[in-house]
């Protein structure tokens, strides 16, 4: 952190330039009110901000229960084994990984092909962009208790819309596939509109030069998507893929309104990692322990970003060497 | 410390590099691209958009089905798909059993509030970064932008200890304050301004012996505004739309709507038609401010998105 500061050299303020010397105190004033500015915004910074991650290491090593949240007993790593030997930890990093992977993925190709398809030239492109966006101004909770709703196993619509096509009905809530799918489906739901405009943007920033080039070499509109605008893009997707996956990892309004129920259906078959750390500290009030699993998951984000910033960096290097 | 400065880092530039690095400083560019050199769509697309259209407008269409008609009817097989006449029952039941009037002015309070102060002290913050010099600069920057990408739900249990011994728990500011921090906002508003203020007009400002908060109020605000409406929409979407520092930091007692649609949700409402007027009521005034003003949405997400 220290090595950055030298990079920026503190320069003297243009204007004291061309003033003739102010006296000291309105110089120092000066030099001053640069720090003035930032004040507000740092201040809740910190104390809302950084301290609570930081502090949260340091509250899992102790006993803290949620009716005494001041009262904090040394319990050393204590915390730490106690989650790593409880089975539905595991579980439930397992859940947020397969989950993940099937609201991140889906999520993320349709969202490339909307965008794609919004980058022609449409009528009423503004109404198909702003009803794409509509699901993003939905808050989770509302979204998921419409569709727990509309995934209801008696009379929910999607199971009367497999009945009609001739199938059973599907046990969207108890079984383990089916209710990691219906989880994921209101997670893509919310975010591909939001994601295909994000690429679109990310579409309308590569030159067009590259376009025609492509097109005087006789590259099909497919072989233009692929060699050019995917390549163009590909900052913008490991962006929102980084993004995605750190969603990802914090999901918790979805598995909870679900069904109503911390543990994550009755098997804590959807249950994920967000799920089990409120369950742990505010169904079972072991604040201490709920802050060992979100330091967890912590180190779980900064590997997921470390491997992809690992990933872009790889690439762009092969790239450079072409 | 170090770790959480430096970890997410990395990951920060490729956001910003494509559009700053291929192409600098030409604003014009995304309006001239579209204006005829991009292909016309062809009738596929109009079909596959419009079905996403569908597929985005149905459970918004369906939660007005399944909030105007009566439990017994959504039993029904084959199911009704036109609406009811029961939505002033409904809603009158959900004030009953979840305080939603009180949620609504909650949330208002609450987003309202998160919304000045964001804006303001993201301008703040975003101007100095973008056009003083001060030691540090470039670290506090690298800090700011390093912690985007970090959850706040990952503090949550150090903050909930914190508003416990101030004896906070079950008041809105509570969730006020901490709401306040934006990390996003504040670069978000430092590109903004290094792209639309000139250098030239503050240094004449300040030939002219204006001082540093006229010079903020009189030259700063009227260039930022649109920045600052931009992200004072998409904050307050934000705000209205928080979900676990709200159910953690309040109760029933004293709800958001997010808090009251949770209790809604949370197994005691079997009633499903109540629990769907409870969520139209809770999603209506974002739906509004998303009818009136969703180009700006848009515009400042794809905006966002170039930018950072």
Redesign the interface.
């Known amino acids: 952190?220290?090595l950055?500061?030298p990079?920026?050299p503190?320069?003297p303020?243009?204007?004291a330039r061309?003033q003739p010397r102010p006296p000291a105190a309105r110089r120092l004033w000066?030099?001053a009110?640069?720090?003035?500015?930032?004040a507000?915004?740092?201040t809740?910074?910190a104390?809302?901000?950084?301290?609570?991650?930081?502090?949260?290491a340091?509250?899992s090593l102790y006993r803290?229960e949620l009716q005494t949240?001041?009262e904090m007993e040394w319990r050393g790593l204590g915390n730490y084994t106690a989650v790593f030997t409880d089975e539905f930890f595991w579980l439930s990093l397992r859940n947020t990984f397969t989950i993940g992977v099937l609201s991140t993925a889906p999520q993320l190709v349709m969202a490339l092909?909307?965008a794609h398809?919004?980058?022609?030239?449409?009528?009423g492109r503004?109404?198909?962009?702003?009803?794409?966006?509509?699901?993003y101004?939905?808050?989770?909770?509302?979204?998921?208790?419409?569709?727990?709703?509309?995934f209801?196993r008696?009379?929910g619509?999607i199971n009367?819309l497999i009945g009609v096509v001739g199938l059973g009905p599907v046990n969207w809530q108890t079984g383990t596939v089916a209710s990691q799918i219906a989880v994921s489906t209101i997670v893509v739901?919310r975010w591909?509109?939001?994601n295909a405009?994000?690429y679109?943007?990310?579409m309308?920033?590569?030159?067009?030069e590259l376009y025609e080039a492509a097109e005087m070499d006789g590259a099909s509109?497919w072989r233009q998507f692929v060699h050019v605008t995917l390549p163009?893009l590909r900052?913008?997707i490991?962006?929102t893929a980084?993004?995605s996956t750190?969603g990802a990892?914090?999901l918790?309004?979805e598995p909870?309104?679900f069904?109503?129920?911390v543990s994550g259906g009755i098997s804590h078959q959807y249950q994920t990692l967000?799920l089990y750390m409120?369950e742990q500290?505010?169904g079972f009030f072991h604040?201490g322990r709920?802050?060992a699993i979100?330091?967890v998951?912590?180190l779980l984000?900064?590997v997921v970003?470390?491997v992809?910033?690992l990933v872009?960096?790889r690439r762009i290097r092969k790239e450079a060497g072409r | 410390m170090t770790a959480l400065a430096n970890a997410p880092v990395p990951s920060a530039p490729p956001v910003q590099a494509p559009p700053e690095a291929g192409t600098p400083k030409r604003p014009g560019a995304r309006g001239r691209s579209r204006a005829g050199r991009t292909m016309k769509a062809g009738w596929l697309a109009y079909a596959v958009l419009s079905v996403a259209v569908l597929v985005s407008a149905f459970p918004f269409y369906w939660t007005i089905v399944a909030a105007s008609r009566s439990n017994a009817d959504l039993a029904q097989v084959p199911p009704s798909l036109l609406p009811g006449p029961n939505l002033m029952s409904n809603f009158q039941a959900v004030m009953e059993e979840a305080d939603i009037g009180l949620a609504l002015l909650n949330s208002l309070i609450v987003s309202g509030s998160i919304t000045v102060g964001t804006v303001l002290c993201c301008t703040l913050a975003g101007f100095a970064f973008a056009k003083l010099r001060f030691r540090g600069r470039g670290a506090l920057l690298a800090l700011t932008v390093g912690t985007m990408m970090i959850p706040p739900q990952l503090g949550v249990i150090p903050l909930f200890m914190v508003i416990a011994k101030l004896e906070w728990v079950n008041q809105l500011q509570s969730v006020i304050l901490p709401g306040l921090v934006s990390a996003f906002g504040v670069f978000f508003m430092r590109q903004f301004l290094v792209q639309t203020l000139p250098d030239e007009l503050i240094e004449a400002a300040r030939v002219d012996g204006a001082s540093s908060a006229r010079i903020f109020w009189s030259i700063v605000v009227p260039i930022a505004r649109p920045g600052m409406a931009v992200l004072g929409l998409l904050t307050f979407m934000a705000a209205w739309n928080d979900f676990f520092w709200p159910i953690v930091a309040l109760s029933s007692q004293n709800p958001t709507v997010q808090v009251a649609l949770r209790q809604l949700g949370g197994g005691y409402v079997q009633d499903q038609s109540v629990i769907m007027a409870g969520t139209l009521l809770g999603t209506l005034p974002v739906l509004l401010v998303f009818g009136l003003l969703g180009r700006q949405i848009v515009g400042g997400i794809m905006q966002g998105a170039v930018k950072g």
């Open positions: 952190m220290s950055l500061a990079a920026e503190a320069a303020p243009g204007a061309r000066r030099k009110t640069p720090y003035a500015y930032i507000p915004f740092f809740l910074f104390a809302f901000g950084l301290f609570p991650l930081v502090y949260t340091f509250v803290v949240p001041g092909g909307l398809l919004l980058n022609y030239r449409l009528r503004t109404f198909f962009r702003t009803a794409m966006l509509l699901p101004a939905t808050s989770v909770a509302a979204a998921t208790l419409v569709f727990a709703q509309l209801g008696d009379f619509l009367y739901w591909t509109g939001y405009l994000i679109l943007a990310g309308q920033s590569i030159p067009q509109r163009g900052p913008t490991v962006f980084v993004v750190i990892t914090q918790f309004g909870l309104l069904e109503g129920s967000g409120y500290g505010w604040l709920a802050a979100a330091w998951m912590f984000i900064v970003v470390g992809n910033a872009a960096r």
